[in-house]
């Protein structure tokens, strides 16, 4: 956990990137499993960076005009109070550093008097209650909250989303010390594992025992839920069930990455099930050529769009030289390599960044080429986490070995 100091810092960063008067974000609510019982609460990544609080449904609110700042709680049944105890107002407010707490009537009365007619209000709302590419429904109560900020603020409301992804790119000194727990957890569980692969049955094996090892160390459990994908599931690249048995001579593909506390680690590590046949030791050496070439060149003013281009026709050449692609094919690439090769991490696993503007020194990103053949069962990736330095890098995950066997 993070000092107040860190929250209360984020909030005057934030207040200083835009011209809006109020800023007001939601957090996440509790969302049904099933009959009476609930998914274990995720707290919104934006009102956490901004609050410190795992405190579902609750409200932040920094009036700029009048240079406050304050929480309103979720509204609340007594019964809940007796069946899960009350909320603890001054953890609340030592957590967050925020001095003033309201009670959801209360709070939402003060809004409404503080959001005058012209008051310009900063807020991050959801585009749309369903996201077809990930088949998800986005959590209800930022639709609520959506509606309701609607109703007081109009067409008054500003879109500060990019404002809190500039900010939450570049990490202090607190927050990388956290990645690089979450890292070491991460390399722990594969150095464990390895000594403990000949004993592994089954993809699900893998996935008990790397959640143990994770546990033992101090993790909050699994950043994102965990790849284990041996032989021709490897080739999906988001491949979750993890339960088919592992046979001789096949790979094994692993995305796993602990959290700790609130930050994710994120890495992939492909190993092979015996001694490697020729051609997937090929395809194996051509990954590495190219995480090799993608970590060459990230420096501080890098542009993510462009190294990844670079990366690309880089990672053509190797397709080409494996007879996957014809020289002027690069369109099939995408066939064999359908994702990019780095994204942000944090407190999402897919952080939130800019991808258009130049690098600067304490962002986090992975680095994470693959290659995947369903026609051959063959899936290589290989992952690291990264650390931009004033000077060029810093692999965070460079002591896990990236060789099959
Ligand atoms: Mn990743």
């Known amino acids: 956990m993070f000092s107040a100091k860190f929250y209360k810092q984020n909030r005057s960063n934030v207040s200083k990137t835009t011209d809006v008067d109020i800023i007001v974000l939601t957090a996440n609510g509790l969302v049904q499993k099933s009959a009476d019982t609930t998914f274990k609460f995720k707290q919104d990544s934006n009102f956490w960076y901004l609050t410190g609080l795992d405190l579902a449904e609750a409200t932040v609110v920094i009036n700029k005009q009048t240079n406050t700042e304050y929480l309103i709680l979720p509204p609340r049944l007594d019964h809940r109070d007796m069946w899960e105890g009350k909320i603890d107002e001054s953890e609340v407010i030592t957590n967050s550093g925020i001095k003033t707490v309201y009670a959801h009537d209360a709070g939402w009365d003060v809004l409404k008097k503080d959001i005058t007619s012209n008051a310009k209000v900063g807020t ?82 893998i996935n008990i025992f790397l959640t143990h090892e994770f546990a033992l160390k101090g993790a909050n459990g699994h950043a994102y839920n965990p790849i284990i994908a041996s032989g021709k599931n490897a080739a999906t690249i988001h491949y979750e069930k993890n339960d088919a048995p592992l046979s001789h001579g096949s790979l094994l593909l692993m995305d796993v990455g602990a959290q700790y506390g609130h930050y994710a680690a994120d890495i992939s590590r492909t190993w092979s099930l015996g001694l490697p046949t020729k051609r997937q030791q090929q395809v194996f050496d051509a990954v590495y050529n190219v995480r090799q070439y993608a970590l060459n060149l990230l420096k501080p003013g890098v542009i993510l769009r462009e190294y990844e281009k670079e990366v690309r026709t880089f990672m053509n050449s190797q397709l080409d030289n494996l007879g996957l692609i014809g020289k002027n094919k690069s369109e099939d690439q995408i066939k064999y390599y359908p994702h990019l090769t780095s994204h942000f991490l944090g407190i999402d696993v897919h952080d939130a960044g800019d991808y258009d503007t130049p690098l600067v020194a304490n962002t986090v990103l992975t680095v994470e080429p693959g290659i995947y053949i369903p026609q051959e069962n063959i899936g290589i990736r290989i992952e690291d986490d990264v650390l931009i330095t004033p000077s060029g890098f810093n692999n965070l995950s460079d002591s896990i070995p990236t060789h099959l066997v």
């Open 124 to 205: 991050i709302l959801p585009a749309r209650s369903y996201e077809p590419n990930y088949g998800m429904y986005i959590n209800p109560a930022k639709l609520v909250f959506s509606k309701k900020i609607k109703r007081l603020a109009g067409k008054n409301i500003v879109d500060i989303r990019r404002n809190l992804a500039v900010l939450r790119q570049v990490k202090t000194t607190e927050e990388i010390s956290y990645i690089k727990n979450a890292v070491n957890i991460t390399a722990d569980g594969f150095f464990e594992l390895r000594k403990n692969i000949k004993n592994m049955n089954s993809e699900k094996d």
